[in-house]
């Protein structure tokens, strides 16, 4: 089975750096996704790791430690809009679906 | 990445009533999955759907309560059946990517209200 683990929700001023970090535990491991989630959307499609370290995209980056069974999600500069929901979820060998957290609700405050 | 609609956006139906959800995708694609999101809650998968061979369900979801067609490369349907209340929920269709088939992509979702 599966286990991912990240807090639940998290709050940050506008300009500042967040870190949201997600724990898991799986067998067969096949990546590690974060998508963003603003409320009534769908969720979006922000990172994949599959490898150890860290993936800068813009202003967010992804880092996956595989032997800690640990990832976070990084957001710099932050933005009113980044106040969202942040997913994150692991791919599973032998499995084409993705195991999703429960997710961590950030509110970005001025 | 692939554009992926559903129908009907949102609805609210009775208890015992059956609705179907549509999800039509502008690609082909191997692979169609359906996720539940309960409110406040993540997403959880139903089923996978793969063109041509049943749907394969999750622990806790049967065929009965909701069946999925999958006709064809680009469209699938599932039907919420005998709905009750706990089955108001944000219902989510998503594709693997292309070219990378790991990444899922999701539609706009349909949220469902039972009375």
């Known amino acids: 089975g599966q286990n991912i683990d990240q807090p639940t929700e998290m709050t940050a001023t506008e300009g500042a750096i967040v870190q949201i970090n997600c724990t898991y535990q799986?067998?067969?491991?096949?990546?590690l996704f974060w998508y963003q989630q603003h409320a009534g959307e769908a969720p979006t499609f922000l990172s994949y790791n599959v490898l150890d370290g860290l993936e800068e995209k813009g202003r967010f980056s992804s880092f996956l430690s595989r032997s800690k069974g640990y990832s976070y999600l990084l957001l710099k500069e932050l933005q009113m809009k980044d106040s969202a929901s942040y997913l994150c979820?692991?791919?599973?060998?032998?499995?084409?679906?993705?195991?999703f957290g429960t997710g961590t609700r950030l509110t970005v405050i001025p | 990445s692939a554009v992926i609609s559903q129908k009907p956006s949102r609805d609210i139906c009775q208890r015992g009533t059956s609705l179907t959800i549509q999800c039509q995708v502008d690609s082909q694609v191997t692979m169609m999955f359906w996720y539940r999101q309960q409110p406040g809650q993540s997403l959880t998968l139903i089923a996978t759907a793969n063109q041509g061979s049943e749907a394969t369900y999750e622990s806790g979801f049967v065929i009965d309560k909701f069946p999925i067609s999958r006709p064809n490369l680009t469209f699938s349907t599932l039907t919420v059946s005998n709905m009750s209340p706990e089955d108001s929920s944000i219902y989510l269709c998503?594709?693997?990517?292309?070219?990378?088939?790991?990444?899922?992509?999701f539609g706009p979702g349909t949220r469902l209200l039972v009375l």
């Open positions: 799986t067998s067969g491991f096949n990546g």
């Open positions: 998503s594709v693997e990517g292309q070219p990378r088939q790991e990444t899922q992509y």
């Open positions: 979820a692991v791919g599973q060998t032998g499995a084409n679906n993705l195991f």
